[in-house]
């Protein structure tokens, strides 16, 4: 993780700096069971109100992999445009960047027009997208230096054909 961070931006390495010394015990090291349940993460209530999904250790760890996978690593510093609630982003996303020691950088909302100079101002090497962020990218004006970034690879779960 970067040392210096732009103006305006949070430092989770600050942060973490005023959290407690005290080792976390033994006890909490261990996970007994690869299907035991890690987290809870609420569905889109699609088919009816929103429902808590369980989510297991394995299927964390599973996706905590997908960065790995696809060839990221400790250097690469990944944009995710998507709420926290979302397993991709949270799973995916969060969990892949600690798995590998990767810098994340979080938006408190998604901006199309905004995102070519995100990536460009945070050196963004890979970003995640679900659904139409793709098309929604291609929509907006050309700008002067939108190509003047350092992204090798979006990772997600494709877009709906025209």
């Not at 390495?13 to 959290?19: C, G, I, M």
């Not at 090291?29 to 299907?35: D, E, M, N, P, R």
């Not at 109100?49 to 400790?74: D, E, N």
């Not at 995102?115 to 700008?143: A, M, N, P």
Request: proline fraction near 3%; aromatic fraction near 8%; include cysteine.
């Amino acid at each position: 993780m970067k040392d210096s961070v732009p103006q305006g931006v949070i430092s989770l390495k600050e942060k973490l700096s005023t959290s407690c010394d005290e080792p976390v015990p033994r006890s909490h090291h261990v996970v007994s069971l690869l299907k035991s349940t890690c987290l809870y993460i609420f569905t889109s209530g699609t088919t009816g109100l929103p429902k808590a999904a369980v989510i297991s250790q394995l299927q964390v760890l599973r996706g905590s992999a997908v960065l790995w996978a696809f060839g990221c690593t400790a250097h690469d510093i990944v944009y995710i445009t998507l709420p926290l609630y979302h397993s991709s982003a949270a799973i995916l996303g969060i969990s892949g960047c600690v798995e590998l020691g990767a810098t994340c950088v979080l938006k408190k909302k998604f901006s199309a027009s905004q995102f070519w100079s995100d990536c460009k101002k945070y050196d963004v090497t890979v970003f995640q997208y679900i659904g139409e962020l793709c098309r929604y990218l291609c929509k907006q004006s050309k700008r002067e230096g939108e190509k003047d970034h350092k992204v090798r690879l979006a990772i997600g779960n494709g877009i709906r054909s025209d």
